[in-house]
């Protein structure tokens, strides 16, 4: 983080403006993330016939809370004798439903594969130090029938894994980062960009502070989200590797830190079903506050 220094001292200067600071590098541009994003979603399995455009639609689920699914959906566009198209924008498609998860998926593969990587290296080194240090353990308690330089050895690879353990780790976060900021910027242009084809109709049923709701709100959950996302097979992975070194150390005495494990799942799943529950009624009143700011600002343009 070398090059942050000349912004550092300069902001310690005068305040910064916009031509202090350096420009975006192409991959973290809306307009190349978008057109990326739009590519991948034309070129999914469902949407390989000629004459399928992309449309876009917001769906909201029954209790109407900022949970909102944006549910990308492509439909066919009729063509008659003249050639002219038909476009239906806002209503509901009975067409199959592109999925945007596959979509995201495709676009950041190689960004999501990176951090794959990182995060496997780091839980795997997370594991290695203290083999080590029990190597380290072994060879102090009877040093005097060991060649030296065992103990050297020991020594340099605590520290060589150490530090490109925590390489992996600052690697990982930053590419978690990267592609979390990359995906809310995508649904934030993908949101946009069907606010601005919203039909008559379609707009009766959608407030600005709901739309805005969603670019702001839930495409940041969605940024949130991939730092942890890696967690679904990590923690599985950590927990195996972990009562496999413990059976080798302390036998089957380890059942019982794993009985208390088990005993305390129903208690975890209890607390974050509640925890939805209580998130998801948050996220409604906070749709009813900025519909009822919304129309208060809009009696307020009209007196």
Known sequence: WWWMNGLIWRGWRKALEDSDLTDLIEGDKSQTVTVQFNNNWQCGPQNMHYGKEISFHLET????????????????????GDGEEHRRVGTKQHSENQSLVLALARTFKLMLLRSFVFKLCNDLLAFTSPLILKAMINYTSDATQQPQWKGYFYAVMLLVVAVVQSLCLHQYFQSCITVGMRIRTTLIGAVYRKALMLSSNARKTRTVGEIVNLMSVDSQKCMELMTYVNLVWSAPLQILIALVLLWF????????????????????????????????????????????????????KVI
């Not at 689920?61 to 008659?80: C, F, K, V, Y």
């Not at 088990?262 to 948050?282: D, G, R």
């Open 61 to 80: 689920i029954e209790d109407s809370s900022s949970s909102d699914i944006l549910l990308l959906e492509h439909s066919q566009s009729p063509r008659d």
């Open 249 to 300: 150390t302390m036998g089957p005495s380890i059942f019982a830190g794993v009985g208390v494990m088990v005993l305390l799942i129903p208690v975890n799943t209890c607390v974050a079903a509640l925890t939805e529950k209580l998130q998801t009624k948050q996220m409604t009143y906070k749709d009813s506050r900025t519909k009822l700011v919304n129309e208060i600002l809009n009696g307020i």
